[in-house]
């Protein structure tokens, strides 16, 4: 099972040195989501981080940093989006209806079923979808490798995705609410608990 880390939805002073203990720890995936923000931010982040990380590094949003830096792909959360005219590289896709899986499943290398659970870094993202739901659509074949679970996804939870039938979770929350970013520099505890999650995950 894949284990895909979001980073914080904010910039903060730390993340360049707790995104590169990460990589060091063994994540492989990380998908650099700062929506609103200045594509100028997303660059001075990626400059602070070796380049030997870079092809890991999906981005949402700003998708020329994709090829100015030779990142691993781009992601499109809004259904409505269309892929940059020509590209050529590895594509992934949020969803949030799953009317709407197959075809996106069609569209892409893989999809992010979004609002399993309630989201823990935007508490009005709620959950969309009922166990019996995930259930029926995993027993349709609509759930399968290609389909990360996406909102509210946790060490406790990964169990329950797996069981599913998903190919991977995206943990977001749950693994930087163990880092205060107005009071802390320690990361002890957040990296403790990504070994935790890549223990699952296997």
Known sequence: MKLVIMTKSTFFVEEDKILASLFD?????????????????????LTLLPKDFYKKITVHEHYYLNNEYRLGGIHIDNPADIAPKGFKGQLGRTCSD?????????????????????????????????????????????????????????????????????????????????????????FKELIGHFQRLRKATN
Do not use: T
Not at 124 to 129: I, W
């Open 25 to 45: 720890e063994g994540m492989d995936n990380l998908h650099l989501f700062k929506p609103g923000s200045s594509p100028m931010y997303s660059e001075r982040l």
């Open 98 to 186: 799953l009317s709407m899986l197959r075809q996106m499943k069609k569209e892409s290398n893989y999809v992010f079923l979004k609002n399993i659970f309630d989201c823990m870094e935007f508490p009005e993202e709620k959950s969309n979808f009922n166990l019996n739901q995930l259930e029926d659509a995993a027993k349709a074949g609509l759930i399968d490798k290609k389909v990360y679970a996406l909102g509210g996804m946790s060490l406790e939870r990964i169990r329950i995705a797996k069981a599913l039938g998903f190919g991977g979770v995206v943990i977001c929350g749950d693994l930087w609410n163990r880092f205060d970013i107005h009071n802390q520099i320690d």
